[in-house]
């Protein structure tokens, strides 16, 4: 698949010294921005879910994941990013959709 889409994600992170040593644990909440910044083409079968992004956040087992699903009705790539493991209570995940429009027509 060519995709010319950009996605930022932000996390909250614990600060201090058992912050910065990743002796803390980050709490569970997220923000996600997805755009389209290019001609974006898909293969002609797209799996209705993929894992896009994984980064470790603790030496706890906790990882941070931006998962990518299709809603193929909407012709939209859907974009959720959440925690393996839970901190303080609910997790705050994010969303973000990039419908799969013609790029550059007038």
Known sequence: MRRCLT????QARTGGVSGSLWLAQ???QFSLACRQTGP????????????VFTED????FK??????LWDEANHTLVYLAISRKLIDGA???S???VPVMPWGAR
């Open 26 to 28: 980050d709490p569970s």
């Open 63 to 68: 990882e941070t994941r931006v998962i990518r």
């Open 95 to 97: 969303l973000s959709t």
């Open 57 to 60: 956040t603790s030496i706890f």
């Open 40 to 51: 974006i083409t898909l293969p002609d079968k797209l799996p209705r879910e993929a894992t």
């Open 7 to 10: 996605c930022d994600v932000s």
């Open 91 to 93: 997790p705050a995940n």
